[in-house]
Nanobody
Framework: VQLQACGGGLVQAGVSRRLSCTAS????????MDWYRQAPGKERELVAE???????NYADSVKGRFTISRDSAKNTVFLQMNSLKPEDTAVYYCKADLYSSGWNRIITWGQGTEVTVSS
């Protein structure tokens, strides 16, 4: 099972950007898909999560600006980021908690996509 994230880049403050992450491989079902980020010199932190039931949770720092959503049919999770700020600059990682087709529970991470917000 692999996660492939994309959508990062260099943007100016105030604009929007959408990240996507697709899981591929022998997947039976996906429980939750999350976005984390790690800024230079800081620990990785949870940004947003969405469960299989569609329940969402956000870090306080992104509430009202970021929206997580998922396309279960395509095993894809999105992170819509609006009103970006320089402090959102980080490498963004997706994470999936899933069951493989062999009923093995797997927690796996994507490779990260870098978002740089200039002021």
């Amino acid at each position: 099972v692999q996660l492939q994230a994309c959508g990062g880049g260099l943007v100016q403050a105030g604009v929007s950007r959408r990240l996507s992450c697709t899981a591929s491989g022998s997947i039976f079902s996906i429980n939750a898909m999350d976005w984390y980020r790690q800024a230079p010199g800081k620990e990785r932190e949870l940004v947003a999560e969405v469960t299989s039931l569609g329940r969402t949770n956000y870090a306080d720092s992104v509430k009202g600006r970021f929206t997580i959503s998922r396309d279960s049919a395509k095993n894809t999770v999105f992170l819509q980021m609006n009103s970006l700020k320089p402090e959102d600059t980080a490498v963004y990682y997706c994470k999936a908690d899933l069951y493989s087709s062999g009923w093995n529970r797997i927690i796996t991470w994507g490779q990260g996509t870098e978002v740089t917000v200039s002021s």
